[in-house]
């Protein structure tokens, strides 16, 4: 049936295939009650003519089933009503793996603000490539130290200089909600410790004050080119 009936009750009106089926087994169970109660109570007619059998349902029955369906349903439609529509989940087949997100859920950790101020490079749009790890920094007075996690990728652009193909090495130091630093040097996989001699003696507008002052610093790597930076190693 496709008309609507504004007099149905909500949990059919709004199409919940599991409502309609609680209402009709509820419809059922009593209709079967009162037609059983009969029988026993009035007893059950055979007409000699056709052998049918006829029950003999009183009124009183009658009444009392149809007020018990009226209340059922009165009862389904206001659980209908407090309880939410699933609007999201209603594409979703209850095979699926694919786990619900959960309001308690922690949103994820923002990117950090990489302010590349000093060194003549710009970096600032890198995107953080997880192919490219490291760890294990440790920044002294005049230099630093890490590990590499993993290797640069293949298809990072790097500057080909006298010692051959180089991506940057970058430091930052903490102001406010941000990191500021910037390009001190080249480096690739094969060197896992930089002096921090240019950033001391101002290369590329460098304030060393800053950096010697500062309670936070930071270190990470980039492709040439400014596109992918490895993460960012806190000491």
């Given amino acids: 049936m496709n008309?609507?009936?504004?007099?149905?009750?909500?949990?059919?009106?709004?199409?919940?295939?599991?409502?309609?089926?609680?209402?009709?087994?509820?419809?059922?169970?009593?209709?079967?009650?009162?037609?059983?109660?009969?029988?026993?109570?009035?007893?059950?007619?055979?007409?000699?003519?056709?052998?049918?059998?006829?029950?003999?349902v009183p009124a009183a029955a009658v009444d009392f089933a149809t007020n018990a369906i009226r209340e059922y349903l009165e009862s389904r439609a206001a659980t209908a009503e407090r309880e939410p529509a699933d609007v999201?989940?209603?594409?979703?087949?209850?095979?699926?793996?694919?786990?619900?997100p959960s309001s308690g859920d922690a949103a994820p950790a923002a990117a950090p603000v990489l302010d590349f101020r000093f060194g003549g490079f710009k970096g600032g749009k890198a995107v953080e490539d997880a192919r490219c790890r490291l760890s294990?920094?440790?920044?002294?007075?005049?230099?630093l130290s890490f590990k590499w996690e993993t290797g640069i990728p293949g298809d990072w652009k790097r500057e080909t200089l006298e010692k051959g193909p180089m991506i940057v090495a970058?430091?930052?130091?903490?102001?406010?909600?941000?990191?500021?630093?910037?390009?001190?040097?080249?480096?690739?996989?094969?060197?896992?410790s930089r002096s921090l001699e240019n950033v001391h003696d101002g290369y590329g507008g460098w304030d060393a004050s800053a950096w010697k002052a500062a309670k936070k610093r930071a270190f990470c790597v980039v492709s040439a080119d400014g596109k992918y930076r490895s993460n960012l190693l806190e000491d």
């Fill in 3 to 56: 008309d609507y009936d504004p007099d149905w009750p909500e949990p059919c009106a709004r199409h919940r295939p599991a409502n309609c089926a609680h209402i009709a087994f509820g419809a059922a169970l009593c209709y079967a009650f009162v037609v059983a109660a009969s029988c026993l109570w009035q007893g059950c007619a055979t007409d000699p003519a056709t052998s049918e059998v006829e029950i003999r």
């Fill in 88 to 100: 999201e989940g209603a594409g979703r087949s209850s095979g699926s793996t694919e786990a619900a």
């Fill in 136 to 143: 294990g920094l440790k920044i002294g007075a005049d230099s």
């Fill in 170 to 192: 970058a430091v930052f130091y903490r102001e406010g909600d941000k990191w500021v630093g910037g390009k001190f040097d080249w480096i690739d996989e094969h060197r896992s």
